[in-house]
């Protein structure tokens, strides 16, 4: 994946996956290192705010939705909740205007669960809010693939593009 192909081989997530992992691994370990110091009630309120605004009212809309299109809206409070800068800021604000704290650990634990565990990152407006296959995408992969690797790979039509696109 670069800037000009935003898109990952099986192999690629599997690898960011496993960064992400590692993050959670750290986060883990602390939480653990430091058990009798959190305020369990703050943790699990920081762990839950993010699907209570960001996740659970598009889930709730994408099942309700006939077709499973949904406002933008859903996925912006989604993206925003999952972000890492959000997360940052909120933390941020927290330790400033309430106080530094290990409850804090709950942020990283949930976003980088969500990313490790079960391979979520941000959402972008084209795909389904739930994850399922995009044909256009799986019919790219496979042309993807049916080239090999190397750099003529990475040579497909306009045609292939636009349909990823559409």
């Not at 290192?33 to 705010?49: D, P, S």
């Not at 006939?66 to 890492?84: E, F, K, W």
């Amino acid at each position: 994946m670069d800037a000009k192909n935003r898109f990952e081989t099986k192999t690629t997530f599997a690898l960011s996956r496993l960064e992400w992992l590692g993050f959670l691994a750290v986060s883990l370990v602390l939480v653990f290192q430091h058990w009798t110091e959190i305020r369990w009630g703050v943790f699990v309120l920081l762990f839950a705010v993010i699907d209570v605004i960001g996740y659970i009212p598009g889930a709730i809309a994408f099942r309700r939705s006939p077709d499973g299109r949904i406002p933008r809206r859903y996925y912006v409070a989604y993206n925003t909740m999952h972000s890492l800068v959000t997360a940052g800021v909120l933390a941020g604000a927290w330790a400033l205007f309430v106080r530094p704290e290990w409850a804090l650990l709950a942020l990283p634990v949930h976003l980088m669960g969500d990313r490790a565990l079960f391979g979520n990152s941000l959402k972008p407006f084209g795909v389904a809010f739930e994850p399922e296959p995009n044909p256009a995408f799986r019919a790219f992969e496979q042309r993807y693939r049916s080239h090999g690797s190397g750099t003529d790979a990475s040579r497909t039509s306009v045609e292939d593009t636009d349909a990823v696109r559409a």
